[in-house]
């Protein structure tokens, strides 16, 4: 990639305009070899910066685990509680990391035998474990379509079967991310270079681990707190003699109290599915956020200081890039927990409101139940929704300030920097997707509600008529 002593001799020939860009390559990937893996500037040996395969080139191997990285410390609180259910396992990371200037290198394929050995513990094994018996948990679901006794009962084995599918998708999007190493091995290892411990700029730039770790206990303790609440609220509906219908409804294809009860066990796990991987999205998200925050602040601060002067402008920008090439692969792991976010809930919510408005509810425990899903199942897509728009939104943030930048000589390499920048920033959008088929922004989330009134409407229509 880039152009050696031989190659700028013969651009000598040229112009001066690319003897001007060789120097700033050659520069800039001097920068890059001085690239860190930890904030104290050593590695996980303990031994000082520098080429372990002793070239002294821009390629550095170096031993990394996930505990190394700050941003997985900080997400310790989190990530105990979903090991706890079966969510997560020890993300294995390469033995060997080649870092080449500003980008990873690709995946030694060679090695995976033997980080498949050590990857597969008890950790990976249990994950697994988890992962089969909730998609046997909602295999057994799916005979009792064929047999219901009043359409009530059917209406509430469509829900309920809706959101087993949901769980057990969003368990196996953890497995497959932790398993392979182009998800959040990846990202992890990106983060720790590039967006956290790298020296490539002099802006300091720290992870608010505080924040951070703060963030993960209180969202899993209110995970865990609404797992209570609905195996007990499951508990009530499914096992008491006054509502002897539920039963039926929870444990089909079998109409038993005991094994209604024995399903409690399996329905803890699918709670904690469906609550966990959308907590961690967020937590990651707002990770994201608060860098870019700190960018657009840090960037309006060097503006201001220098009269409407950008001086470190090929520093923010590649600090902007190294963000947003995150915000690719976050993508990559959560844009199918989006998919099935809306692709479940928003008919599932529809058809509960319908429900709710026009079918004869006999008590207050159905019509309750009822307006708990459609919250559950709205508070769902909400927050995946507000979080990957709000992380959009802070990628394009510095196009707000970006055009009030001065450029003192037009002719020097400031005006190339900014034209990159703003390429970038007007460029397609940056942020998650649903399954890559749209990204989310506040525009879709507005469309989202505008479909939901439509069809809501719609069905108002059919009932009168």
């Not at 880039?2 to 920068?31: C, G, H, Y």
């Not at 941003?71 to 509680?81: D, G, H, M, N, T």
């Not at 590649?318 to 008919?347: G, K, M, Q, R």
Request: with cysteine; aromatic share 14%.
């Amino acid at each position: 990639m880039f152009q050696t002593k031989e190659t700028q001799t013969e651009v000598t020939e040229n112009s001066p305009i690319d003897i001007e860009n060789a120097t700033q390559l050659e520069s800039l990937e001097k920068r890059c070899e001085r690239s860190s893996l930890h904030e104290d500037d050593t590695d996980v040996d303990g031994n000082g910066g520098g080429s372990v395969d002793g070239n002294g080139g821009g390629s550095a191997e170096r031993h990394v685990k996930a505990t190394d990285v700050p941003l997985y410390r900080a997400l310790r609180p989190l990530i105990v509680s979903m090991k706890i259910f079966g969510l997560f396992h020890e993300p294995t990371l390469q033995s060997l990391v080649a870092v080449k200037g500003p980008f990873i290198a690709d995946a030694d394929h060679g090695n995976r035998g033997r980080s498949w050995k050590i990857g597969c513990g008890f950790g990976c094994l249990y994950h697994l474990f988890v992962t089969c018996c909730l998609w046997v948990y909602f295999l057994r679901y799916i005979p009792g379509f064929w047999n219901f006794d009043t359409e009530l009962e059917l209406y509430l084995k469509i829900v309920y079967g809706t959101w087993m599918f949901q769980c057990s998708c969003n368990a196996t999007i953890i497995y497959l991310a932790c398993r392979r190493v182009s998800k959040l091995p990846k990202f992890l290892l990106h983060w720790h270079l590039f967006c956290d411990g790298t020296k490539m700029r002099a802006i300091n730039d720290r992870l608010d681990k505080k924040y951070l770790r703060k963030k993960s206990l209180v969202l899993s303790v209110a995970c865990l707190i609404l797992i209570f609440v609905n195996i007990a609220a499951t508990g009530y509906v499914s096992l008491s003699p006054n509502i002897p219908d539920n039963v039926q409804v929870f444990a089909s294809p079998w109409r038993s109290y005991k094994v209604a009860l024995g399903l409690l066990f399996f329905h803890a796990y699918s709670t904690a599915a469906w609550l966990f991987p959308v907590i961690f999205f967020i937590v990651v998200s707002l990770a994201i956020i608060k860098q870019f925050e700190k960018l657009f602040r840090d960037f309006s601060d060097d503006i201001t200081r220098n009269d409407g002067y950008a001086k470190e402008i090929e520093e923010f920008r590649l600090w902007h890039l190294h963000l947003c090439e995150a915000v690719a692969i976050v993508d990559d792991i959560f844009s199918s927990l989006t998919f099935i976010a809306y692709l479940t809930n928003i008919p599932l919510a529809i058809f509960l409101l319908y429900q709710v408005l026009f079918l004869r509810l006999d008590s207050a425990v159905p019509f309750i139940m009822h307006c708990y899903w459609i919250l559950c199942n709205t508070a769902n897509v909400a927050l995946i929704s507000w979080f990957s728009a709000e992380l959009n939104d802070q990628a394009h943030s510095l196009l707000r300030i970006a055009h009030f930048v001065r450029i003192r000589d037009p002719a020097n390499d400031l005006r190339f920097q900014m034209y990159m920048l703003v390429s970038k920033l007007t460029g397609p959008a940056v942020g998650i997707s649903a399954s890559g088929l749209v990204v989310v922004t506040k525009g879709l989330i507005l469309t989202v509600v505008g479909v939901f009134a439509t069809y809501f409407t719609l069905l108002i229509q059919f009932e009168m008529q």
